[in-house]
């Protein structure tokens, strides 16, 4: 009679398991878990020789990889790079880019998927627009309009962001919403233990990490200044920008938005693809919604907002 050792080497080493486990491996998105590995290298690189380079250029290093890992963490909100949402979770839980606990920008994020509701307040949460009634403060106007320029976007954008997600933790608690609760106090927890890994294992003080966190998410943002305008048809409020490939890798691609949001289960690295197959076709279905590059916007509205944030009407 076999051993319980011999059996269980019999079952797990079964051709109907390997089988199983060739399929799972094969539906990994490879690139995208190489893509985890070189971000995560990059700063553990940068946080282990901060001490052997000037301040400033591990300040603008950690800008960077916020901005890049912001970018992934979008990828794992979709579904990528395995058909597992436990590990997909797991690969983009850890908040080196500080602000956002992962499942609120999910759960925020896939709302906004919502192509009928694009840029309509209180229905699309990543909406840069508001209606007319009732009557806004004019510091809330003058904030609105700020950001719709490039300055305003990288500069006050992470501020207004941030402020809107503090309000939400808020209202969880005075709702005693326990999932939400529990939510921020791993995420608070996680946060510690990356500033703390920070400061004491490469001497980078909190106000460092911070600073260069908040900048980061400001060039995440850059991305999202003008990727939605209001339009009658849903399909006609989604850009595509055909910027130049180091703006392309920095965004994942995210930058064929069009792309994106008639496909949002596609990788990242098969976007441009699908873009340059039927680039007639995606300009058509979005009425000719397109942007020559972000260093366009840079020239053009650094200071001049690309459009204004009043919704003439409720649509």
Not at 10 to 27: C, D, F, K, M, V
Not at 238 to 257: C, S, T
């Amino acid at each position: 009679m076999p051993s319980p050792h011999q059996d269980t080497f019999i079952t797990y080493a079964s051709p109907s398991n390997w089988s199983t486990l060739h399929r799972q491996l094969a539906n990994v998105e490879w690139p995208t878990l190489a893509l985890w590995t070189l971000i995560f290298g990059g700063w553990t690189a940068t946080l282990a020789t901060t001490k052997m380079m000037p301040p400033a250029l591990t300040w603008l290093a950690l800008v960077g990889i916020t901005a890049w890992y912001l970018s992934l963490q979008h990828e794992f909100s979709h579904g990528h790079p395995t058909r597992s949402a436990k590990i997909n979770r797991i690969l983009g839980l850890t908040p080196i880019a500080l602000w956002y606990p992962f499942d609120d920008y999910r759960e925020q994020h896939l709302t906004h998927h919502q192509d009928q509701f694009l840029t309509q307040p209180g229905l699309d949460p990543e909406s840069n627009y508001f209606y007319p009634q009732p009557p806004q403060p004019k510091w809330k106007l003058f904030l609105w309009k700020s950001q719709r320029t490039v300055a305003g976007r990288f500069l006050l954008g992470p501020g207004l962001s941030i402020y809107q997600l503090l309000g939400r933790a808020v209202l969880s608690l005075r709702e005693r919403n326990s999932a939400a609760i529990l939510m921020w106090t791993q995420h608070l927890v996680l946060v510690g233990a990356v500033l703390f890994l920070a400061q004491h294992g490469a001497g980078v003080t909190v106000w460092q990490y911070a600073t260069a966190s908040y900048f980061g998410l400001g060039l995440s943002m850059l991305r999202s200044l003008y990727e939605h305008r209001p339009a009658a048809q849903p399909s006609h409020r989604i850009v595509v920008n055909e910027a130049a490939w180091p703006w392309r890798l920095l965004y994942l691609n995210n930058n064929y938005h069009a792309v994106h949001h008639m496909h949002p289960e596609l990788p990242w690295y098969q976007i441009a693809k699908h873009y340059h197959a039927d680039r007639e076709g995606y300009l058509h279905r979005n009425g000719g919604f397109l942007i020559p590059g972000y260093a366009w916007l840079i020239r053009h509205h650094l200071w001049r907002p690309v459009d204004s944030p009043l919704l003439a009407q409720a649509r």
